[in-house]
Structure formats: structure tokens, C-alpha cells
């Protein structure tokens, strides 16, 4: 089956600091991938879509200077995020979608997660 | 905008069925999906049914769709402590889009 994959699964940074995660798809071409936030307790939130080669797509009130994404490949998408806070502390987990294969099944392949703990 | 609702929280004994409860409000949800969650990791996509299907019966799990109603079900059939996990529901528009999550059921299976 698919395979998505994200590194770090665990980080820790200081305030003020910048950390990047990444995502890759490692048996499949994914030309879209997306990002999702978990707080505790709590369900997923898309943050954003993004398409292999464009721009990254942001849902409403996802601050695109502080969450970089960066889909330049196409197993290969990454979310940096800028300049971060206790408050980003969270669980953030990727998914991708094979692009092009003509399936009725067409389903998005979800990362193990990477716990973002900002001190 | 879409709102996908369920409930947070189903204990049941081992062996037993759990029947998970979700309901949503998009009409134009073609594709619904059942998802599960370890402590810890990430989502493992359990089944899927599509809008224009009533039933799916996947080995233990069977989803009934109830479109009029817009009410989503996963019933597990002899529920092992193994099933012990939080239970996504979630639609999307169209295969692979972007999904709205259901906040989530916790399931805790009892020996």
C-alpha cells in the first residue's frame, strides 16, 4: 500500500526559532499534498493544500508567512514553521494524494504525525 | 460551511459490537470515510463508502449511510481491546480533496 512518511516524528524548539517538516510520499507520485494541525483532544484542521510545482493553498486563518510550505517535488512536500511559539505547539500530520491514477478509490494517505513541542 | 459531528466518547465490553455515530450537513458529499487513530500516531484509514451506496461490510466493520438523514455509522463486530482508539468520520466532495474530520469518538473497549 502507500506509504507517507514524516520526519521529524517528534521536535523541540525554542521560542523564536524555526523548524521544518517534512513529508514524502515513498511508493507513489503525490502532486497534492495537504497539511493538517491536531490540537490535544481535539480533531484535524486542514491548514492547507498544496500542489507539486504552485502555490500552497491556505484555509482561513492560517497565517502563510508563518507556515511555510514548500511542495517542490513530487514525493516531497515540506511545512516550516517560522519564528514559533508556545501556542504552535501541536500535532501536525501530513496526507497525500496519488495524482494520477485513473481509481475511484482516489484516497488521501496520511504521515504518521510529527508532535511539535515549542518551549 | 460543512460540519461533521459525532459523539466523543463510546465504552463498550470486549466482544461486543460498537456502533460509532456521525452525522454531517454537506449534501454535496460524495465520499464518506472512517478513520482510526492510536495514541500517538497518525490516521489509518479504516473503509470508505460512497454516497450513492447505502451499506458496506468490510470483514468486522459495516458502515450504513443514511443520505436523506445525512447520519454515517461504523458498527465493529466483536470489539477487541486492540480496537481501543479514536474513530475519525470525515466526508470530502470528491475523492482525495480536502476532508472535514468529525471531532472524533473515543472508543475504550473494556476485557
Known amino acids: 500500500g502507500a506509504v507517507v512518511s514524516q520526519h521529524p516524528s517528534r521536535v523541540i524548539c525554542k521560542s523564536g526559532t524555526s523548524v521544518k517538516i517534512e513529508c514524502r510520499s515513498l511508493?507513489?507520485?503525490?502532486?497534492?499534498m495537504f497539511w493538517y494541525r491536531q490540537f490535544p483532544k481535539q480533531s484535524l484542521m486542514l491548514m492547507a493544500t498544496?500542489?507539486?510545482?504552485?502555490?500552497?493553498?491556505?484555509e482561513q486563518g492560517v497565517e502563510k508567512d508563518k507556515f511555510l510550505i514548500n511542495h517542490a517535488s513530487l514525493t516531497l512536500s515540506t511545512l516550516t514553521v517560522t519564528s514559533a511559539h508556545p501556542e504552535d505547539s501541536s500535532f501536525y500530520i501530513c496526507?497525500?494524494?496519488?495524482?494520477?491514477?485513473?481509481?475511484?478509490?482516489?484516497?488521501?494517505?496520511f504521515g504518521p504525525g510529527t508532535r511539535l513541542t515549542v518551549t | 460551511g460543512e460540519d461533521v459531528e459525532q459523539s466523543l466518547f463510546l465504552s463498550v465490553r470486549e466482544g461486543d459490537s460498537s456502533v460509532i455515530n456521525c452525522t454531517y450537513t454537506?449534501?454535496?458529499?460524495?465520499?464518506l470515510y472512517w478513520y482510526k487513530q492510536e495514541p500517538g500516531a497518525g490516521l489509518q484509514l479504516l473503509t470508505y463508502?460512497?454516497?450513492?451506496?447505502d451499506m458496506k461490510q468490510d470483514q468486522r466493520l459495516t458502515v450504513l449511510l443514511n443520505k436523506k438523514d445525512k447520519h454515517l455509522s461504523l458498527r465493529i463486530a466483536d470489539t477487541q481491546t486492540g480496537d481501543s482508539a479514536i474513530y475519525f468520520c470525515?466526508?470530502?466532495?470528491?475523492?482525495?480533496?480536502?476532508?472535514?474530520f468529525g471531532g472524533g469518538t473515543r472508543l475504550m473497549v473494556k476485557p
Open positions: 496526507s497525500a494524494r496519488e495524482g494520477f491514477r485513473h481509481d475511484s478509490r482516489y484516497e488521501q494517505y
Open positions: 454537506d449534501s454535496s458529499s460524495t465520499y
Open positions: 470525515a466526508e470530502g466532495a470528491n475523492a482525495g480533496n480536502m476532508l472535514t
Open positions: 498544496s500542489n507539486e510545482g504552485s502555490k500552497a493553498t491556505y
Open positions: 511508493d507513489f507520485q503525490a502532486t497534492t
Open positions: 463508502i460512497f454516497s450513492n451506496m
